[in-house]
């Protein structure tokens, strides 16, 4: 369980909604709070956000991935090696109820 959910930033991952495909297309994308970016983007975003927390908090700083469950794990697997390189090590992963299941 997160306790602090201030030290949480996330990373979504798929499909951009109906409204969104005809300017981004239908392929998986990555978004980054409120902006789609490429994978490359994301040592800048984990910098920014760690920038944002006091000293004592950055150590506690969680990404929490949420991807559709539609998405393939090569982009998946993009996402974490950049985040390996951007030492963001601390991870949890967000999933919702789809289908009925």
């Known amino acids: 369980k997160l306790e602090k959910k201030s030290l949480v930033s996330y990373i979504h991952i798929g499909q951009p909604s109906l409204a969104m495909q005809a300017k981004f297309g239908t392929a998986p994308k990555v978004q980054l709070n409120d902006s789609y970016k490429t994978t490359k983007d994301i040592l800048d975003f984990v910098a ?12 506690s700083m969680t990404i929490c991935l949420k991807a559709d469950g539609m998405t ?3 982009i998946i697997t993009d996402v974490k090696q950049e985040l390996r390189r951007a030492n963001a090590l601390k991870l949890s992963y967000a999933a919702s109820k789809s289908m009925g299941y």
Request: no cysteine; proline share 0%; charged share 55%.
């Open 48 to 59: 920014a956000e760690r920038d944002k927390l006091n000293e004592s908090d950055r150590a």
């Open 72 to 74: 393939k794990m090569g």
